[in-house]
């Protein structure tokens, strides 16, 4: 699964998606960003296999908002590893702010 194909999975949501960062925004939205490297493949003193990781966060004024499940749902269907990493209030903004950590080749 690719970078481009994860940002093709978030679009069909059906909420703005953004890459590293949104202005502005007075609805619920997600906002996407690899950051990382993660479990990488190594042989005979080369990179055999590049795992890039990132970030997808969530932000909703809706409690038990159901596009969490979507999405957890959604990465699921498209084989992209997941992990919810944090989930927290923001007392300046009133947004649920959901993270998941995910993993791509």
């Not at 690719?2 to 949104?22: D, I, K, S």
């Not at 989930?87 to 995910?102: A, L, N």
């Amino acid at each position: 699964m690719t970078l481009e194909a994860l940002e093709n999975a978030l679009l069909e949501l059906g909420v703005p998606v953004f890459h590293y960062f949104a202005f502005g925004q007075t609805g619920n939205y997600i906002v996407w960003a690899e950051d990382s490297e993660g479990q990488s493949l190594h042989a005979d003193n080369v990179k055999t296999g590049q795992v890039i990781q990132g970030t997808i966060d969530y932000f909703t004024k809706t409690e038990n908002d159901p596009l969490v499940k979507q999405i957890q749902d959604k990465l699921n269907e498209v084989e992209i590893s997941w992990r919810l990493n944090d989930i927290f209030r923001e007392d300046d903004t009133g947004y649920i702010h959901y993270e998941w950590v995910f993993e791509v080749i």
